[in-house]
């Protein structure tokens, strides 16, 4: 017994985003039904996953140094390394170099106890070729998730079909499949039984959520309004988010869901890229800066107290100064609450890759990036500020890393809050009176334990 548990037992390394995170959780409960042992120790474990992002150039430097320290470290022990996730639908690098013993991409993951039992019978896989059509939604498999926590992610579209010029998702991930929204909310419901309190919805673009099906020559759609309409009304005492939202997808429907359930988070991620219409087209963003600028007027007038955040991009392909100024003064017109801001990487595959020049030069790429960062830094702390004086809902989902005396959580609007812990547990809402604040983070003091 003991000897089919050290063979079997398996490590797993996840980068990238949300979806990662969740996709993880998925190939965990897949091995560990097929007789593997997940270990948190790399050492004892004889199988090594890395779980990759593809979405910059940085990423793959990452990931590629991880494993080459990684394999020196285990040299001669016979471990089985896999790449899995992103980075492995398209770099076939990896294998050539023998740096890994297979690579299967993130349609496929119900494959890996197959592949690996394959290779332990010294079978030697170098790359396993996979029906690229082939998509798996992974409904019936319920993710494992560590103890402990009370928040949970839970993927509920897999793929892209927007073809945004700079991006690798829809050769990496595929296209567009929409999960059984019964089979969401059946998870949903379990975890709300086993003690979760806020659920964050994945995609990589939420707002196309579309299911289908015919009943009697009858076909039944929920798209991505009705499904939060679903969750909401089942679930009233869960907390919902999702994560992410495309701005030329986003239907007045789903600003009214958010604005009638009050369980449903106030806030709306909604990456812009840039602030000019030059860039958008390039980008293939497939909405206007005057678009998005009615879109964000749109929901503040519904929900007044909803944050926003971004995305944006400097240095695309032909960006100028003007170009630049345009972001700069959208950023200033909309005072987003926070943001995530990068530079342009050229993504091998992608349109703006093969017809596009990175014509940019990196100083520049860089000191356009630093003075987003800087702009948006003043607009955080210019949000911030507001909430102080104010009592903010707090669910607590931890203690502070910086000082384990503080608890920490998020308002509805995905605000961080932190305050002394006192006897206060993870899982209880709370109201947090907010005294201060940094440019991301209100400290405050629990005045009222809600449930
Ligand atoms: N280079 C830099 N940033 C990118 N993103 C997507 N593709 C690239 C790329 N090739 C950014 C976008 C996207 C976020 C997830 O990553 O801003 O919204
Ligand atoms: Fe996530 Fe995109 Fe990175 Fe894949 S490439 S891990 S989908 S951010």
């Given at each position: 017994?003991l000897?089919?548990?050290?063979?079997n037992?398996?490590?797993?390394?996840?980068?990238?985003?949300?979806?990662n995170?969740?996709?993880?959780e998925?190939?965990?409960?897949?091995?560990?039904?097929?007789?593997?042992?997940?270990?948190?120790?790399?050492?004892k474990?004889?199988?090594?996953?890395?779980?990759?992002?593809?979405?910059?150039?940085?990423?793959?430097?990452?990931?590629?140094?991880?494993?080459?320290?990684?394999?020196?470290?285990?040299?001669?022990?016979?471990?089985?390394?896999g790449?899995?996730?992103?980075?492995?639908?398209?770099?076939?690098?990896?294998?050539?170099?023998?740096?890994?013993?297979?690579?299967?991409?993130?349609?496929s993951?119900?494959?890996?106890?197959?592949?690996?039992?394959?290779?332990?019978?010294?079978?030697?896989?170098?790359?396993?070729?996979?029906?690229?059509?082939?998509?798996?939604?992974?409904?019936?498999?319920?993710?494992?998730r560590?103890?402990?926590?009370?928040?949970?992610?839970?993927?509920?579209?897999?793929g892209?079909?927007?073809?945004?010029?700079?991006c690798?998702?829809?050769f990496?991930?595929?296209?567009?499949?929409?999960?059984?929204?019964?089979?969401?909310?059946?998870?949903?419901?379990?975890?709300?039984?086993?003690?979760?309190?806020?659920?964050?919805?994945?995609?990589?673009?939420?707002?196309?959520?579309?299911?289908?099906?015919?009943?009697?020559?009858?076909?039944?759609?929920?798209?991505f309004?009705q499904?939060?309409?679903?969750?909401?009304?089942?679930?009233?005492?869960?907390?919902?988010?999702?994560?992410?939202?495309?701005?030329?997808?986003?239907?007045?429907?789903?600003i009214?869901s958010?604005?009638?359930?009050?369980?449903?988070?106030?806030?709306?991620h909604?990456?812009?890229?840039?602030?000019?219409?030059?860039?958008?087209?390039?980008?293939?963003?497939?909405?206007?800066?005057?678009?998005?600028?009615?879109?964000?007027?749109?929901?503040?007038?519904?929900?007044?107290?909803?944050?926003?955040?971004?995305?944006?991009?400097?240095?695309?392909?032909?960006?100028?100064?003007?170009?630049?100024?345009?972001?700069?003064?959208?950023?200033?017109?909309?005072?987003?609450?926070?943001?995530?801001?990068?530079?342009?990487?050229?993504?091998?595959?992608?349109?703006?890759?093969r017809?596009?020049?990175?014509?940019?030069p990196?100083?520049?790429?860089?000191?356009?990036?630093?003075?987003?960062?800087?702009?948006?830094?003043?607009?955080?702390?210019f949000?911030?500020?507001?909430?102080?004086?104010?009592?903010?809902?707090?669910?607590?989902?931890?203690c502070?890393?910086?000082?384990?005396?503080?608890?920490?959580?998020?308002?509805?609007?995905?605000?961080?809050?932190?305050?002394?812990?006192?006897?206060y547990?993870?899982?209880?809402?709370?109201?947090?009176?907010?005294?201060?604040?940094?440019?991301?983070?209100?400290?405050?003091?629990?005045?009222?334990?809600?449930?």
């Amino acid at each position: 017994m003991l000897n089919t548990i050290n063979n079997n037992l398996f490590y797993i390394e996840t980068y990238g985003c949300q979806m990662n995170s969740s996709d993880s959780e998925i190939i965990i409960s897949i091995l560990l039904k097929k007789g593997f042992y997940l270990t948190y120790n790399i050492e004892k474990a004889n199988i090594i996953l890395l779980n990759t992002c593809a979405i910059r150039e940085k990423a793959k430097v990452t990931i590629i140094n991880r494993l080459q320290y990684l394999k020196s470290l285990t040299q001669n022990k016979n471990k089985i390394f896999g790449i899995i996730g992103c980075l492995s639908k398209i770099e076939n690098e990896f294998v050539s170099k023998k740096l890994v013993d297979f690579s299967i991409n993130p349609n496929s993951y119900k494959e890996i106890p197959n592949i690996i039992n394959y290779i332990k019978q010294g079978k030697k896989i170098n790359f396993y070729k996979l029906n690229t059509n082939k998509t798996e939604n992974y409904e019936n498999i319920y993710p494992f998730r560590q103890k402990n926590k009370v928040t949970a992610f839970l993927s509920i579209i897999r793929g892209c079909n927007n073809m945004c010029t700079f991006c690798i998702v829809p050769f990496t991930r595929g296209r567009e499949s929409s999960r059984n929204p019964y089979s969401i909310l059946t998870e949903c419901k379990k975890l709300y039984n086993n003690g979760y309190k806020e659920i964050t919805l994945l995609g990589q673009n939420v707002d196309s959520y579309l299911w289908i099906k015919t009943y009697n020559n009858h076909k039944i759609h929920v798209n991505f309004a009705q499904l939060l309409n679903l969750l909401a009304t089942h679930l009233p005492f869960m907390r919902i988010r999702f994560t992410t939202s495309n701005p030329h997808d986003f239907s007045d429907e789903i600003i009214q869901s958010l604005s009638r359930y009050s369980n449903i988070c106030k806030h709306i991620h909604l990456p812009v890229q840039s602030g000019s219409n030059k860039m958008l087209k390039l980008m293939n963003r497939q909405y206007t800066r005057e678009h998005y600028i009615l879109l964000i007027k749109k929901i503040k007038k519904i929900i007044p107290e909803c944050s926003i955040s971004h995305d944006i991009m400097t240095g695309f392909c032909h960006e100028n100064e003007e170009d630049h100024k345009s972001t700069i003064s959208l950023m200033n017109q909309i005072k987003y609450h926070y943001g995530y801001m990068f530079m342009y990487s050229p993504r091998p595959g992608t349109y703006a890759y093969r017809q596009l020049p990175d014509n940019v030069p990196y100083e520049i790429k860089k000191r356009r990036l630093q003075e987003i960062i800087t702009l948006q830094k003043q607009h955080s702390y210019f949000h911030m500020k507001q909430y102080i004086g104010h009592i903010q809902e707090v669910l607590i989902e931890g203690c502070s890393k910086k000082n384990n005396m503080y608890l920490y959580g998020k308002n509805t609007q995905n605000i961080t809050v932190v305050f002394p812990k006192k006897n206060y547990k993870i899982g209880n809402f709370v109201y947090v009176k907010i005294l201060d604040c940094t440019s991301a983070t209100l400290i405050g003091n629990i005045i009222k334990y809600i449930n």
